[in-house]
Nanobody
Framework: VQLQASGGGLVQPGGSLRLSCAASGSISSIYVWGWYRQAPGKQREFVATITSRGTTTYADSVRGRFAVSRDNAKNLINLQMNPLKSDDTAVYYC??????????WGQGTQVTVSS
């Protein structure tokens, strides 16, 4: 499975961004899609996941502000982020977990929230 993340950028506090993660390869082997993020000097942390059945899970820090969704026709997931805070500044990584428990990571996309 290969993953390509996109959609990062610079936004002011209170603004919004939408990240996308497109998958190619053995799409049928995927049962969980998700996002992690890593801020400077911090460990990578969980953001959100969505399963093949559409069940979503969110970190407490983003619940109510972020929404993860799937586009099955395009083999991708989206992460809608609104409203953004300065603490959301990080490199965002998409990942998938296959039924054989292998995990695949995308290359990361930078999100900077600053005035």
């Amino acid at each position: 499975v290969q993953l390509q993340a996109s959609g990062g950028g610079l936004v002011q506090p209170g603004g919004s961004l939408r990240l996308s993660c497109a998958a190619s390869g053995s799409i049928s082997s995927i049962y969980v899609w998700g996002w992690y993020r890593q801020a400077p000097g911090k460990q990578r942390e969980f953001v959100a996941t969505i399963t093949s059945r559409g069940t979503t899970t969110y970190a407490d820090s983003v619940r109510g502000r972020f929404a993860v969704s799937r586009d099955n026709a395009k083999n991708l997931i989206n992460l809608q982020m609104n409203p953004l805070k300065s603490d959301d500044t990080a490199v965002y990584y998409c990942y998938v977990r296959a039924w054989d428990n292998n995990i695949y990571w995308g290359q990361g996309t930078q999100v900077t929230v600053s005035s």
